[in-house]
């Protein structure tokens, strides 16, 4: 069974880059038809799916927030990191990674559709 856990700094600076990374364990980040994403949730509000990478390598963003991000992969390290600039405190929230089957419902995030999910990182802005 694929699993994934995330990494992250916790606390983040106004201004600054936000990386959070995941950890894929019990398959490849490469194997065909696997899509990978970065989804947050920000108090208060839903399920918000950011970016994805899929097994070739081609990201797809959030286009709100595609000026400010950045998914990208370590293959050799099974990893993929996201990477969100000029961070304010409304990027707050509580960061996960995924892994589907396809490519995902980038409107409507149910947990449900993804194969594996990660436990969460929290990522507060503030200075």
């Known amino acids: 069974q694929v699993q994934v856990q995330e990494s992250g700094p916790g606390l983040v600076k106004p201004s600054a880059t936000l990386s959070v990374t995941c950890s894929v364990s019990?398959?490849?980040?490469?194997?065909?038809?696997?899509?990978w994403s970065w989804i947050r949730q920000i108090p208060g509000k839903g399920l918000q799916w950011i970016a994805y990478?899929?097994?070739?390598?081609?990201?797809y963003y959030r286009s709100s927030l595609k000026s400010r991000t950045t998914i990208s992969r370590d293959t050799a390290k099974n990893q993929f990191t996201l990477q969100l600039r000029s961070v304010t405190p409304e990027d707050t929230g509580v960061y996960y990674c995924?892994?589907?089957?396809?490519?995902?419902?980038?409107?409507?995030?149910?947990?449900?559709?993804?194969?594996?999910w990660g436990q969460g990182t929290q990522v507060t802005v503030s200075s």
């Open positions: 019990g398959g490849s980040i490469t194997a065909t038809n696997y899509y």
């Open positions: 995924a892994g589907s089957i396809g490519t995902p419902d980038t409107g409507n995030v149910n947990r449900g559709d993804f194969v594996s």
């Open positions: 990478i899929g097994y070739r390598g081609t990201p």
